[in-house]
């Protein structure tokens, strides 16, 4: 692992485009984009979430993510909830860290 590496657990790089909504935690939906994870780990991922400036360091969220192709929804596959906390946002670059949470 090299110095600059912070994580202990190896990241994959991804390109997988997919519809992100963003629940409260009292389940209001709060956010919807169209978002791409970047690379994942057994910690977390990192997400291109165009619009996301609102997704705060330490906000909670369940994200429900759905499968995106240019022609729309994959409409043959099911949401997935994944429990996440934002642990740094990029506005620049439009990137999101989310930590998986219980």
Known sequence: MSEQERRSYQRFRLNYPFSLSCIGKDGELLEFHKSRILDAGAGGMRV???GGKSLT????LVLHCLP???NGF?????PVAVHVEVVWNEPVSQEVGFAYRL
């Open 68 to 70: 995106y192709q240019d």
């Open 48 to 50: 291109e979430v165009p």
């Open 74 to 78: 994959d409409m043959k596959s099911y």
């Open 57 to 60: 360091k330490g906000s909670e």
